[in-house]
Nanobody
Framework: QVQLVESGGGLVQAGGSLRLSCAAS????????MEWFRQAPGQEREFVAS????????YYADSVLGRFTISTDNAKNTVYLQMSSLKSEDTAVYYC????????????????WGKGTLVTVSS
């Protein structure tokens, strides 16, 4: 069993930055890839970024490439999503997820989910 708790969401102006955190707990975390998804109002949940605990293997959605950075702090069992140059279209609930094994951008492939944290970007 893996527990995930997101934090760091809030209100930010367009062009600003925000860092989300996902605290993970449970057994054998190292076998899981950690992923961020987001869901905007009225839209389907979409993949944002993915990383393994070694930190050497990352994937990004095209919409955030070059603006968002995913990273891990293994000592704290925490995954971060540093978001910069934020746009109004980045407004969404951001979810942390854990996926056993290989990278997937499909939300139905995730094994565990956090409850999400709301990011609102004002224009």
């Amino acid at each position: 069993q893996v527990q995930l708790v997101e934090s760091g969401g809030g209100l930010v102006q367009a062009g600003g930055s925000l860092r989300l955190s996902c605290a993970a707990s449970g057994r054998t975390l190292e076998v899981y890839r950690m992923e961020w998804f987001r869901q905007a109002p009225g839209q389907e949940r979409e993949f944002v970024a993915s990383i393994n605990w070694s930190g050497r293997n990352t994937y990004y959605a095209d919409s955030v490439l070059g603006r968002f950075t995913i990273s891990t702090d293994n000592a704290k069992n925490t995954v971060y999503l540093q978001m910069s140059s934020l746009k109004s279209e980045d407004t969404a609930v951001y979810y942390c997820a854990a996926n056993y094994g290989y990278h997937s951008s499909r939300d139905d492939a995730m094994d565990y989910w956090g409850k999400g944290t709301l990011v609102t970007v004002s224009s």
